[in-house]
């Protein structure tokens, strides 16, 4: 066997990598299909993407978080570190699913804003998590990150204008 080859994927991993993908999606999406997403409202800044992007970015980092999930998973939660990387994941997604509807349905940007925030927090206390785990895992999450501070600040200036 070569230093460099894998062993194959099993089918139960793919399985587990499949529903977490959609469980992530799924739920990720959610928030907007109650609460919408209509920006009519909102003094856009002159960074602000095109409305396409949204959906497109979210369903990939989306995706990258299900893989990223799947590769923590099977490591087996009977270990510690696999338990609390799981356990800060779904901290940190819940505040995910908590911005929509306080920035759109409550149209409340300084929410959004406090949530945002700490979902920023979140997403790095998950990288940790997960590097403790499967250093793969952690650096699917690093576009998360970057789109994350990325909406913070787009965030902030919605709130400021």
């Known amino acids: 066997m070569s230093l460099f080859a894998r062993p194959a994927v099993s089918r139960r991993d793919a399985a587990r990598a499949a529903a977490a993908i959609v469980g992530v999606n799924a739920l990720g999406a959610l928030p907007a299909a109650f609460v919408g997403a209509d920006t009519d409202w909102v003094e856009r800044p002159w960074f602000f993407p095109p409305d396409i ?4 970015v ?25 338990r609390v990387a799981l356990a800060v994941f779904a901290v940190q997604f819940v505040l995910n699913v908590a911005w929509t509807p306080a920035f759109f349905g409550l149209r409340r940007p300084d929410l959004g804003l406090a949530i945002i925030c700490l979902l920023w927090v979140g997403i790095v206390a998950t990288i940790r998590a997960f590097a403790r785990v499967d250093r793969r895992a952690a650096a699917l999450l690093v576009p998360y990150l970057l789109w994350a501070s990325f909406a913070a600040v787009l965030n902030y200036a919605i709130y400021a204008a």
Do not use: E, N, S
């Open 58 to 82: 979210w369903t990939l980092l989306f995706t990258l978080m299900g893989v990223a999930l799947a590769l923590v998973w099977r490591r087996g939660t009977d270990r510690r570190a696999v």
């Open 53 to 56: 992007a949204f959906p497109v």
